[in-house]
């Protein structure tokens, strides 16, 4: 997970319709797709979109008119799936004027509840699994004919390596690349190994033939995207879990994420690469060095914690120590001194005290995070937490240490973007600034928004833009010059 903007830290992650452009003129059904949840939903959605294009779907923003309604959904937090729910209502209320569209859900609450929205409540004609996409057609074709369809059934091998997204919602600068699939983290308040099933690593020349291809479009930035990137492991397909059953050879040419990295960052040069999601455990040396190696590969990243205190940190079964993460944050300054990092923070946790929430503010003040995204806990059905976990801090409790946590990292978000004041730094133009139609707005490598004056640069340039302030979520500037990086 990934936030830009430290003032809507606890917001839902929701990404809308938008025209694909890559719809097709013979097409002559419409498919409207909503996404909640990770980036990984986002991406997923974009291997739907490019699924249905061949079965005659183009994309739509206009729900009222579409053939076939789809929500790709997240079961990370109990809030996300009430937003679910509530867009299901509402795609109900439209269905009842249109009585020839279809509604699916798709992803992870998809696998959770299939029974309940199918047959108690009668929502959905189709719920399709993360690893059942590819029988979309035959799913399409079962609900033309009047019948329910069901596909959840978690793959062992499937990455959708050979799928070639249609870029959803793309501003035609930036997308994302999808490197792995699954968890083998049991992490005990989380369901994603349940809904996605187990790590397996897509085939690294897939990869990068994807990423060569974007460029060829016109694309100049892009992120990998995993549940966990760090445990990526390519030794010929299969799980990860299976490596110590790979021959000898296969263990010679197996690449990690460290070298995949490296990979990428060769194939183009003056592509931006970013990553997501770190997991601290698994994060080694060699990605770090590998990162400092390179120009091309982005100074950040999200590393999340969840706690700052040993004792929660074994009952959420992270599986590692805060004093191991306060080394790996070391080696990362001392490898990258201006490299950025946000975490993600649960407050709240079954068992959590006063001085265990002390020990997060602590490790907050010892990291000083650039940004973050920070939830009290929601009891997910299904995950060891829920069995063996009362759920026993009052919400009274966890409300007030949300929000102490999020004033912490509020004012370390400023002390941040400080930081970058009188530089000189390279931005890549994404577009226009949501405030103010003469100001362009972009990223720099720490992924912080800067904002400055339009002038006479475009879209997908790279411009040198010196920072002259800050809020605790932008830096504001004026462009110096075009960047060597075009």
Avoid at 174 to 180: E, G, K, R
Avoid at 198 to 220: A, C, H, M, T, Y
Avoid at 377 to 404: F, H, Q
């Amino acid at each position: 997970m990934m936030q830009n903007d430290t003032e809507k830290i606890i917001d839902e992650k929701v990404q809308g319709t938008a025209l694909s452009l890559e719809n097709n003129s013979k097409n002559t059904r419409k498919l409207y797709i909503e996404s909640y949840g990770c980036q990984m939903n986002f991406s997923d959605s974009e291997i739907v979109a490019s699924i249905l294009a061949k079965e005659g779907f183009n994309t739509t923003q206009k729900l009222e008119e579409a053939d076939l309604v789809l929500v790709n959904t997240c079961s990370i937090r109990e809030k996300a799936e009430q937003t679910v729910r509530k867009r299901l209502e509402k795609y109900n209320a439209v269905k009842r004027t249109n009585p020839g569209m279809k509604i699916g859900v798709l992803g992870c609450m998809a696998e959770r509840l299939k029974s309940k929205f199918l047959e108690e409540e009668k929502m959905v004609d189709m719920v399709v699994g993360p690893d059942a996409y590819k029988d979309l057609p035959n799913l399409i074709k079962e609900i033309d004919e009047g019948r329910n369809a069901v596909n959840v059934i978690l793959s062992k091998d499937e990455t959708y390596g050979d799928v070639a997204p249609v870029r959803l919602n793309s501003n035609g600068v930036s997308a994302f690349v999808s490197i792995t699939r699954g968890c083998d983290n049991m992490c005990t308040f989380c369901v994603v190994p349940f809904t996605r099933g187990r790590e397996r690593s897509r085939d690294p020349q897939s990869i990068i033939d994807e990423v060569n291809d974007l460029w060829d479009r016109g694309f100049k930035e892009i992120t990998l995207l995993g549940q966990n990137v760090d445990s990526y492991l390519w030794y010929g397909g299969g799980l990860k879990k299976d490596f110590d059953k790979a021959t000898d050879m296969q263990k010679a040419t197996s690449v990690n994420f460290a070298k995949l990295l490296e990979l990428v960052a060769l194939a183009q040069p003056k592509m931006r690469i970013r990553f997501s999601t770190s997991n601290p455990q698994d994060m080694t040396l060699d990605v770090i060095d590998t990162m400092a190696k390179f120009d091309n590969i982005c100074k950040y990243i999200h590393l999340p914690v969840q706690s700052g205190s040993d004792r929660i940190l074994k009952e959420m079964n992270r599986l590692h120590t805060r004093q191991e993460y306060f080394t790996l944050i070391d080696n990362i300054k001392s490898r990258i001194p201006d490299c950025a990092i946000s975490q993600d923070m649960i407050t709240g946790f079954p068992t959590e005290t006063e001085e265990d929430h002390q020990d997060t503010l602590s490790l907050m003040e010892y990291v000083k995070y650039d940004f973050g995204f920070m939830f009290a806990y929601s009891e997910r059905p299904g995950t060891l937490a829920a069995r063996k976990l009362e759920d026993d801090v009052p919400e009274a409790i966890k409300k007030r240490r949300l929000t102490e946590i999020i004033n912490l990292q509020q004012e370390h978000a400023l002390y941040r973007t400080q930081q970058h004041v009188g530089k000189t730094e390279e931005v890549l133009i994404e577009g226009t600034s949501k405030k103010s139609d003469a100001h362009w707005m972009g990223r720099n490598s720490q992924n912080t928004v800067v904002v400055f004056p339009k002038e006479d640069y475009k879209v997908g340039q790279f411009v040198n833009v010196k920072i002259n302030d800050c809020t605790s979520a932008t830096l504001i500037g004026e462009a110096v010059s075009l960047s060597k990086n075009n």
